[in-house]
């Protein structure tokens, strides 16, 4: 069917350009932004450092352990070995080794100084560089001392640690043995493995990123050519709204922005204020009662505060943007989405003003800032859109049911307690572990906290699932918003 309707006085075809353009930059930009957590993962193979339970023998001169196994981990960077040492001062050198046991060559090896072994002390020996070509392959790690008796560690091992190891693992690989100067032993030495692994995605990422932007632009294509021919679609309806009600929607942002310091004394101040002030006392009663040992605590804590008060704050506005202009909706026409969609975009200039003080106490707290910075834009957009297909359901569901702001109040108390602002998931037990990671807003909070403590890019999975939860969402509260507006004012 042709639309009779005017055509607004933009360019589509330089704005798809530009759309193009803007994802080639894009693309290019987070390939050098990511770095190495596009390419390589910590290690899911990874061996744990087993429980101590006794030890092994006095590593005197001519005593040799001999620890057998396999790894899953496709690039080694570390060993460690747990060691006790009796409680007195110790004298001599001790070495670690690694062979593979294929073709018998050294691939490891350090010597370290026995009297600097502290008890429960770790010896490490970590790589120049990773070395890849060990997954799988059978490896025997050798421990070996010149100490004379009396003055020589002991490394220590565990009993119940070897059965667990040895039951996970998969057809074909090296079982964990452990022999003490050539004699069998029951039990596995305290050691642990720790690497990285390759991601798929980081390996294909220009194939994977090529692919996607053939479909971005056969979508553009086809957009332009409806509009050629005086069609609608999704995207160039969008584009035509925002032209034609642009000033409306500035009027209602600023509104919104301004009507929450109405006749404060403080006035924006507050987006500085308050979550510092909720920083401070999450601060004072999680770091004395809980006693987490979180490093960079708050920090820790104002990116989860500044996260969830963002999603808090829009999605309770977008809740009753529709009721609230009721008389204007009455009277005037607007495209309804308009209202949420200005209510998530007050909030989000509140969002950004908050963001200075968490980078002041971030600096203040000695984290440097680094290029991951840069990417601070993405999981909060996504975070956006996440908030606005939820407001749009919400404040579709106020329209006919107005109970929902009193669930959606006690709805909000549960989310924040599943999210983790002051508490480490580390914290909880896996089967609360696997819930709380299901909550859109972890992903968000710790794509954050990577960007800002950790200093780097999070895995590209979470892109990922930072972007679906994102659109789906939108996509679903779009959805049930446009079926149910036509009925707003039979209930306004």
Same mark, same amino acid.
């Given at each position: 069917m042709k639309s009779n309707k005017q055509q607004p006085s933009f360019n589509l075809k330089r704005i798809c350009a530009l759309c193009i353009a803007v994802y080639v930059a894009l693309v290019i930009l987070l390939y050098f932004l990511m770095g190495h957590q596009l390419h390589f993962r910590e290690s899911r193979g990874d061996i744990a450092l087993p429980v101590a339970e006794s030890g092994t023998v006095e590593l005197v001169q001519g005593a040799v352990l001999e620890q057998t196994f396999s790894m899953e981990v496709q690039r080694l960077q570390e060993i460690s070995v747990q060691w006790g040492t009796y409680y007195r001062p110790n004298s001599g050198t001790a070495t670690m080794e690694l062979y593979n046991q294929n073709d018998g060559s050294l691939v490891l090896s350090k010597t370290f100084d026995v009297s600097q072994i502290q008890e429960g002390g770790l010896t490490t020996m970590t790589a120049d560089e990773p070395i890849e070509g060990l997954c799988n392959t059978p490896l025997l790690l050798r421990v070996y001392a010149d100490s004379a008796p009396g003055t020589a560690a002991s490394p220590l091992m565990s009993v119940s640690g070897a059965a667990a190891l040895n039951e996970d693992l998969k057809e074909g690989q090296t079982p964990f043995s452990l022999t003490m100067n050539g004699q069998p032993a029951e039990g596995v030495l305290c050691f642990s493995v720790t690497g990285e692994d390759y991601i798929w995605t980081g390996l294909h990422y220009w194939e994977f990123t090529?692919?996607?932007?053939?479909v971005i632009a056969l979508y553009l294509l086809l957009?332009?050519?409806?509009?050629?021919?005086?069609?609608?679609?999704?995207?160039?309806?969008?584009?035509?709204?925002?032209?034609?009600?642009?000033?409306?929607?500035?009027?209602?942002?600023?509104?919104?922005?301004?009507? &929450? /310091?109405?006749?404060?004394?403080?006035?924006?101040?507050? =987006?500085?204020? %308050?979550? #510092?002030?909720?920083m401070l006392v999450q601060y004072v009663v999680f770091s004395n009662m809980f006693k987490f040992d979180i490093p960079n605590f708050p920090v820790y804590l104002l990116c989860g505060n500044v996260v969830f008060s963002y999603f808090s704050e829009s999605c309770g506005m977008a809740l009753t943007s529709i009721v609230g202009n009721a008389g204007l909706i009455t009277k005037v026409?607007?495209? &309804? /989405?308009?209202?949420?969609?200005?209510?998530?975009?007050? =909030?989000?200039? %509140?969002? #950004?003003?908050?963001?200075?003080?968490?980078f002041a106490v971030a600096l203040f707290s000695g984290l440097v800032p680094t290029k991951a910075y840069?990417?601070?834009?993405?999981?909060?957009?996504?975070?956006?859109?996440?908030?606005?297909?939820?407001?749009?359901?919400?404040?579709?569901?106020?329209?006919?049911?107005?109970?929902i702001q009193f669930l959606w109040g006690v709805l909000t108390t549960i989310w924040m307690y599943l999210t983790p602002i002051f508490y480490p998931v580390s914290a909880l037990p896996e089967g609360v572990q696997a819930v709380v990671k299901m909550n859109p807003l972890y992903l968000y909070v710790t794509f954050v906290r990577s960007c800002i403590i950790d200093g780097?890019?999070?895995?590209?999975?979470?892109?990922?699932q930072c972007a679906v939860i994102a659109l789906v969402t939108l996509v679903i509260g779009a959805v049930v918003f446009k079926k149910s507006q036509d009925k707003f004012v039979l209930y306004l």
């Open positions: 090529a692919a996607l932007g053939a957009v332009y050519r409806k509009w050629k021919r005086g069609e609608h679609s999704v995207l160039a309806n969008a584009l035509v709204a925002v032209q034609k009600y642009r000033f409306l929607i500035k009027q209602l942002v600023d509104r919104d922005f301004k009507a &929450k /310091y109405k006749r404060s004394v403080l006035g924006v101040f507050w =987006s500085f204020l %308050n979550p #510092l002030l909720n026409y607007v495209p &309804k /989405y308009i209202y949420p969609l200005t209510r998530i975009m007050s =909030s989000m200039v %509140n969002l #950004l003003i908050s963001l200075i003080p968490l840069l990417l601070l834009p993405i999981p909060l957009f996504l975070l956006a859109l996440f908030c606005l297909g939820l407001g749009m359901l919400l404040a579709a569901a106020m329209v006919f049911f107005r109970d780097i890019s999070p895995e590209p999975v979470m892109y990922a």
